[in-house]
């Protein structure tokens, strides 16, 4: 799963949360089978942020309907659908709603990976102290095992995931 589809997706306290919020019914039409999280405000394809402040519960036929709308009757309900669920978080979550909310939901590389990482001798690392946790290090598929095999880009060898840092990593995030 590639970063931003990680800040896209909504983590399992988020589902439960959105999930007791919404009472386990779909926002718009009431009903309580196949229910989805929909994104609100800014869309998983724009890169919108998995939050209880962007999502809600909306069966698959009303995600559907918001999602991609199909002729001038579905596009008219998408907008209608759109404002239900806004004003339903708006009174669930007491959002304000201006330019810096819609620019909090919205992924940003650059401040993303500032968060992040630290940059070393120009390598950057995220700060933890095993080989697991690097960024050097590359999870390969391994077609004729089940067990995935570790490749460190620095080392330029294949590892354990629970080796320990070697120690030219140490030195360089000076934790020798």
Partial sequence: MSIRSSWCEFDKETRKYIKKRDNNRCVICGSKGALQIMHIFL????????????????????????????GEEQKRLSQDYKAICMQHLFNKEHIIYNDEFIKSLKFDKKKYKEENEIKVDKIQIKKYDRCKDCIMLVKRKSYNSTLPSYYCKYKKTNLNKTTKACNKFRKRLGNT
């Fill in 43 to 70: 869309n998983r394809s724009h890169g919108g942020k998995g939050c209880k402040e962007n999502g809600c519960l909306g069966c698959v036929k009303c995600h559907k309907i918001l999602d991609n709308p199909i």
